[in-house]
């Protein structure tokens, strides 16, 4: 365990070496305001439909997520996920939460990945934290997983033969072509890219990358996704929640 | 129904220069891409705009397969008198959209 720690802890190094900042910052004044503001922030479209979605009924016995969580009782949840789900003895990320609440709770058909409903849900979910300080679990059994995502984050794939930690951590703030590398510290998933022209989840944002890196990307809610998801989450601990962020 | 987001002051006072933001969710598909197997995606844009502030148009706009996603309408007018802005969205298939806020000018 210590050594699992030590090792998190001396893979995380570089990151910390330097003043942590969301991609918030290095985008244009122009992008920033868009994301600002919520009459103008387009992934605030998703998070209104998920409101809807949250209240709608499903499945046989005609229960909501409202049913049973509150309205706005959901406030810090998407600033500690991922987590420990006990019934499958693995880490779950929020999105996959959701779809697991669906099928077995509500018993409603399930919500696939990058499924407009799901991102919507996942929206209006991760919105309620908005500002909130990410705060990963302390809980032990995340560690494992932990110490895989930041062994994927420092691997190189593909045939550019390129890691994730090559441009994030060595070279942030540089540029990629036109782009400004952010330091990639997952604030505000589901968010609206501009790119997508679309709401998108963390994983579309990790299988682009490995695309364009000529890797093979992992299917959607591999376990590999959520060990990065959580390896991310905890570089980026402390830093505030922007759900529904946009970015270029 | 599309999802919009629309940013009108509810009370403005006489002669002043009012704002008025939309946003409205619309796949905005160019009829120019093909999906994986080769096939173009028939075209489905917005293609008309109208704002209507008692009653009177104040704001017109034409939109192309070149508009994203989405798209996001900002633009001003002089608040005159109280009354209804209408804003309504025609596209492709059908697609119409009104929607009303109230403006109360003092």
Known sequence: MIHRALMLALLALPALAQERRSGFEDMAPQTQAMQRDDTSNPGMLWALEGEDLFRQPAGPAGQSCASCHAEGSMQGVAARYPAWDTARQAPIDLAGRIAQCRTDRQGAPPLARESQGLLALSAHVGQQSRGLPIAPPADPRLDAARVQGAALYAERRGQLDLSCAQCHDDHPGRRLAGSIIPQAHPTGYPLYRLEWQALGSLQRRLRGCMTGVRAEPFAYGAPEYIAIELFLMSRAAGLAVETPAVRP | ?106
Do not use: K
């Open chain 2, 1 to 106: 129904m599309a999802r919009v987001l629309i940013n009108v002051p509810r009370t403005a006072a006489r002669g002043e220069v009012i704002t008025i933001r939309t946003l409205i969710q619309h796949l905005m598909e160019t009829g120019y891409r093909p999906d994986a197997n080769g096939v173009v995606a028939p075209r489905d844009i917005i293609r008309r705009f109208t704002c209507r502030y008692d009653g009177e148009v104040v704001f017109q706009a034409e939109l192309s397969p070149a508009i994203a996603a989405n798209p996001f309408l900002s633009f001003t007018t002089v608040a005159t008198r109280s009354g209804v802005v209408e804003m309504s969205w025609e596209g492709d298939n059908g697609f119409a959209q009104t929607e009303t806020r109230d403006l109360t000018v003092t």
